[in-house]
């Protein structure tokens, strides 16, 4: 904390803070609501965006996090597939606790709810279905894109164009 307060403190004049999972998804922080708790007690709090998973945290948990969160702060769940196959990219992620989340955000939080898909091979053809997903929950975005040099070769989406998976979700 004392690091981050070096960081953001005041004569900065941060406009925007963005945790993204370069190293770890941000919601795991064991410190994310301390910095957050300080974020709210600066004069000229800074627009937090966030990208997260969302997995295995608990109502309560996402509770807490929405009454400190503002209304003009972003989070973006990173949710490549459905139920069936959000869980080949994102090892170990648990469906139910990723809906959990978007669902308690959504209901205790005004703010910018986005959703990013990663199309691979394997949740091409869900794109559609994920996409009215986001709408039936109320997201404020959806948006696609394809995986990197870091995508494992098995995984490179070989069988639609960005093309044809953008006329997909028109």
């Known amino acids: ?8 403190r005041p004569e900065n004049g941060l406009t925007a803070i963005t945790y ?9 922080s064991g410190t994310l609501f301390e910095q957050i708790k300080y974020l709210n ?6 627009i937090i965006q966030m990208s997260t998973n969302g997995s295995g945290k608990s109502i309560k948990w996402w509770q807490e996090f929405a009454s400190l969160l503002g209304p003009m702060d972003l989070v973006e769940f990173a949710v ?26 959504r209901a205790g939080w005004p703010g910018r709810l986005n959703w990013r898909y990663i199309v691979f091979e394997h949740n091409y053809h869900q794109v559609k279905q994920a996409q009215q997903l ?3 929950l109320k997201m ?12 494992p070769k098995n995984m ?12 997909d979700i028109s």
């Open 156 to 167: 490179k989406l070989k069988s639609r164009s960005w093309e044809e998976l953008l006329n």
């Open 80 to 105: 490549d597939g459905l139920e069936d196959t959000n869980h080949i990219y994102r090892v170990n992620a648990k469906w139910d606790s990723i809906i959990t989340g978007i669902k308690t955000l």
């Open 41 to 46: 007690s600066l004069k000229r709090r800074p």
């Open 1 to 8: 904390m004392e690091i981050f307060k070096l960081l953001v």
């Open 140 to 151: 404020n975005k959806f948006h696609i894109l394809i995986g990197d040099d870091r995508t």
């Open 20 to 28: 993204n999972m370069a190293l770890s998804d941000p919601i795991y």
């Open 134 to 136: 986001a709408s039936d």
